[in-house]
């Protein structure tokens, strides 16, 4: 039976995986929860999946998570901050781990897990966009398997023999990612002025959280992935390709050399590519309806409107630019979306926050967590004082 940690319990990558795992008790167990602040619903899961580990991020609320599981009958041990978040993905607790913290708070406990030789699947995007080199170290030198769950990565690796090789070897052209637009496709700049949060967080397709719905919304979501695609699958920014697909049916596609192009198909449901990396090689049972073709009918697929969705094209910037760069595209997003969902920012200038953190980052390399983290909270007060700015 394997044993999965599941750092970002209560998030919906959190609740999609206890749904695969719960179909399966005779292959998986959860004996490892986190959540990040949400006391109450960790101790919810914790009644219905029994783990040996609960670990809260918040350290000052370590006291009330174990107040409640004893109020509760529960004995499982508590742990509490980065080092417990470590130690859970690090430790003899668990033989994989689902890294679905969102944003650079999950970076360390997911090198963490690669450097402990853990199954890594990996659902936080941003650890590979700060720290792909790094997380290529800590991989080989914890000897584990990085299997992708971001629906657009997992089907990449399910279009490729072997999952991950070496893409001249195997007559590999290009990898093309779909997106689905979000919800203001088709929509004109002068029109996106006034939009909202929860207008921006409406995601036609999928059900997801507020943070990542945003990046949807800017298309940064899908800069981030030409990013991920780059480190996780060795493929240059030339050879990375993103289109529109509004229905979600499409999730990636791969052009071969000698004109073929293997593609992945489902409905929208991120359990198909959860149940996937955690019974890699052999596939189960999701829980996902069939796909019906004649249902679907068509598949539309266009351009991405780079013109007024600009955050794609600071992505394949920062790309290019290497160093530093991806990383303060990262922090510099987080920290305006955050803006934007605290009514700080208007929807339109995350974009022009992160062009201007870019346009000013320093000429450096990363060579260690300690560098990169240190670079990371530079980034975050630079954005801080654009934003303020902006604001005033």
């Known amino acids: 039976m394997m044993r999965i940690a599941l750092l970002g319990a209560t998030g919906s990558i959190g609740a999609s995986t206890l749904d695969v795992v719960a179909r399966h008790p005779q292959m998986f167990r959860a004996s490892v929860l986190s959540a990040h602040r949400n006391v109450d619903a960790l101790v919810a899961l914790c009644r219905t999946f029994r783990p040996d580990l609960a670990v809260i991020s918040d350290p000052a609320l370590e006291g009330e998570l174990v107040r409640k599981l004893r109020a509760a009958n529960l004995d499982a041990r508590v742990l509490a901050g980065p080092a417990g978040l470590v130690e859970a993905a690090a430790g003899d607790h668990a033989d994989c781990v689902v890294a679905a913290i969102v944003g650079a708070a999950g970076l360390e406990s997911t090198l963490a897990a690669a450097r402990a030789g853990k199954r890594l699947l990996l659902a936080n995007k941003e650890s590979v966009v700060m720290a792909g080199n790094l997380l290529k170290a800590a ?60 207008m921006a967080c409406a995601h ?61 198909l489902g409905n929208p449901d991120m359990r198909t590519a959860i149940a996937y990396a955690l019974a890699w090689p052999a596939r189960i049972d999701a829980g996902v309806s069939a796909l019906d073709l004649i249902a679907t009918a068509r598949l539309d697929f266009e351009a991405a409107d780079r013109d007024t969705f600009r955050c794609l094209d600071l992505a394949y910037q920062a790309l290019a630019a290497g160093g ?69």
């Open 139 to 198: 991989l080989d030198e914890g000897g584990g398997a990085l299997l992708p769950v971001d629906s657009e990565h997992n089907a990449v690796f399910q279009c490729l023999p072997g999952g991950r090789p070496d893409l001249t070897e195997a007559g590999v052209r290009r990898i093309v990612l779909t997106a689905s637009g979000g919800p203001f496709r088709g929509l004109r700049r002068e029109q996106l002025a006034k939009v909202t949060p929860d």
């Open 204 to 264: 036609p397709n999928w059900t997801m959280g507020r943070k990542i719905s945003v990046d949807s919304a800017t298309l940064m979501n899908k800069g981030l992935e030409v990013i991920e695609a780059h480190f996780l699958f060795g493929a240059a920014a030339t050879e990375i390709d993103v289109v529109v697909h509004r229905q979600s049916i499409v999730h990636s596609l791969v052009e071969y050399r000698d004109g073929s192009v293997l593609a992945q």
């Open 324 to 392: 530093l760069a991806p990383a303060v595209l990262n922090a510099a997003n987080e920290e305006a979306v955050a803006a934007f969902l605290d009514g700080r920012l208007p929807f339109l200038s995350i974009e022009a926050v992160i062009e201007e953190c870019l346009d000013h980052m320093p000429d450096a390399s990363i060579s260690d967590l300690a560098s990169l983290l240190d670079s990371d909270l530079t980034a975050r007060r630079d954005a801080r004082r654009i934003i303020a700015g902006l604001a005033s």
